[in-house]
């Protein structure tokens, strides 16, 4: 009986470690497009928008996650501790690398070679803050990591 509990555990083992290899070997990546553009004159106006009138800027994404003066805490801690990799991109990097266009800003998950959306501009727009938006990111990604396994 010892012997059948003992196959019982390798063969359990043997499982889970075929998942984790499969897991290791899917080329996931969580791309985050902000409505914004990458001159340093655009930056500017972001800059000033963001102090002036914030109530109207026209990124809800990076009005979430970054503050006047740069990024929020929470925010800093989610993308640190993330298990998935994290690209970020102004609208021009992300269209020239991935010849693509979105309503903007969204995040999408590209999943070997496939990109699909995780939260578009109008879901973005109801999100209140970043406690929020990383909460909804969690259980997405939950989900989308239950469907590898």
């Not at 409505?35 to 106006?45: E, L």
């Not at 800027?57 to 740069?70: N, R």
């Amino acid at each position: 009986m010892c012997w059948l509990l003992k196959l019982r555990n390798l063969f359990v083992k043997k499982k889970y470690i075929e998942r984790q290899i499969i897991r290791s070997q899917v080329v996931m990546r969580l791309l985050f497009v902000y409505n914004a553009n990458s001159s340093p004159m655009s930056r500017m106006v972001d800059f000033a928008h963001k102090i002036l009138m914030p109530s109207s800027y026209k990124c809800p994404l990076c009005a979430i996650t970054h503050h006047a003066l740069g990024e929020r805490l929470m925010w800093k801690a989610f993308k640190k501790q993330s298990q998935f990799k994290l690209d970020f991109y102004y609208i021009e990097e992300f269209e020239k690398e991935y010849i693509l266009s979105y309503n903007y800003p969204v995040i999408l998950v590209e999943e070997n070679g496939v990109i699909e959306t995780i939260l578009s501009n109008n879901e973005l727009k109801k999100i209140e803050g970043v406690e929020e938006l990383i909460t909804i990111l969690e259980l997405k990604l939950e989900g989308i990591n239950n469907e590898l396994l």
